[in-house]
T-cell receptor, first 111, second 118 residues
């Protein structure tokens, strides 16, 4: 699976949009971009995933660049409960559902 | 989304004893389950992959005789830490895959088990 690069930490004001970047310059054509988050002392939570089109669900939006070498996770109106470590993972969809976690980005939402 | 339940949420045990952690998929059949370990301020590290009815596949550096994994049914996997030592103290997290039965995502995580060996 391709390697990802994320900033170590970010801050965001409550109520504002949080934009979390991820670089995956070695992504191959059959690899998807997944985002998970982990709130302190809890198991990871699935947020969203996509291949090449932008995706949106009730939690977030995922913007993937046309060359697919980077993506941005957008939390439109961050709340204090969105404070967590956010993981960007690139992997091939198939019978092996194993996820390889990097260090992720610690997003701190401030009041 | 699908629900994965881990039990217990936390456990304290004496050095040399064994501890069993359960991982259950509550509303779907999990063809594959994964066990991760997370030390403080570090990311999740995959320990092993288990498929129902077959032996688990361990990642390099993980002792299979120390971390016993059983996946006897499509809804239950167990991790037993045998002869636990203080260095085994960690946050253990399971993940279950529905094999595509549940749309929108593929891996669902339990809430984790905090193991402290004293």
């Amino acid at each position: 699976d391709a390697k990802t690069t994320q900033p170590t930490s970010m801050d965001c004001a409550e109520g504002r949009a949080a934009n979390l970047p991820c670089n995956h310059s070695t992504i191959s054509g059959n690899e998807y971009v997944y985002w998970y988050r982990q709130i302190h002392s809890q198991g990871p939570q699935y947020i969203i995933h996509g291949l090449k089109n932008n995706e949106t669900n009730e939690m977030a939006s995922l913007i993937i660049t046309e060359d697919r070498k980077s993506s941005t996770l957008i939390l439109p109106h961050a709340t204090l409960r969105d404070t967590a470590v956010y993981y960007c993972i690139v992997r091939v969809v198939g019978s092996n559902y194993k996820l390889t976690f990097g260090k992720g980005t610690l997003l701190t939402v401030n009041p | 989304g699908a629900v994965v339940s881990q039990h217990p949420s936390w456990v304290i045990c004496k050095s040399g004893t064994s501890v069993k952690i359960e991982c259950r998929s509550l509303d779907f059949q999990a063809t594959t389950m994964f066990w991760y370990r997370q030390f403080p301020k570090q990311s999740l590290m995959l320990m092993a992959t288990s498929n129902e009815g077959s032996k688990a596949t361990y990642e390099q550096g993980v002792e299979k005789d120390k971390f016993l994994i059983n996946h006897a049914s499509l809804t239950l996997s167990t991790l037993t830490v045998t002869s636990a030592h203080p260095e085994d103290s960690s946050f253990y997290i399971c993940s279950a895959s529905s094999g595509g039965q549940v749309r929108g995502t593929e891996a669902f995580f339990g809430q984790g088990t905090r193991l402290t060996v004293v």
